[in-house]
């Protein structure tokens, strides 16, 4: 019972964070050159995108980077919330697609290193499944048949 309160404390806690996450979208694509088109966001974030990449990144990179980034941003806001001081937090990931048309993502790995004091196994791995079953939009936006494998490494401070 302990626990589960303490998990809708941590719920609770979040929803300050999440309700400053617009519901709608814009931006804009420009055809520059080649296959090359500039990106801009509602903000005015500017990225490359390049099918040759060469001059931009793949157009599916962006999705990769954006599901490390928001677990990662999720597990940060969770792991504070419970009186964790985290000192770094780095994210590798690596997507897989299918050879074939459509070569969409099948799978993710992602490892995070986690640095920090008051930082156990226990929280690490709540953090985690809160992102990923309830909170993460960008991995609830994917296929639902893509395998997602979420490691960690803690490093432990006093």
């Not at 690596?94 to 929280?123: S, W, Y």
Request: charged letters at 30%; proline letters at 3%; one cysteine or more.
């Amino acid at each position: 019972m302990a626990e589960d309160t303490e998990i809708k404390d941590l719920e609770s806690s979040i929803e300050g964070y999440k309700a400053k996450v617009a519901t709608t979208f814009k931006g804009t694509l420009t055809w520059d050159k080649d296959f090359i088109f500039l990106g801009r966001t509602q903000k005015g974030y500017e990225i490359d995108y390049d099918a040759n990449v060469e001059w931009g990144c793949q157009p599916s990179e962006p999705v990769m980077l954006s599901l490390g980034a928001c677990i990662a941003t999720d597990c940060l806001m969770f792991l504070q919330k419970m009186k964790v001081t985290i000192t770094s937090l780095k994210v590798n990931i690596t997507g897989t697609k299918r050879e074939t048309p459509p070569q969409h993502f099948t799978g993710f790995d992602i490892m995070l290193f986690v640095a920090g004091k008051n930082l156990t196994e226990k929280k690490m791995d709540r953090a985690i499944a809160l992102s990923v079953d309830k909170y993460c939009g960008v991995y609830h936006s994917l296929r639902r048949d893509v395998t997602l494998n979420v490691k960690y490494e803690l490093i432990k401070e006093e």
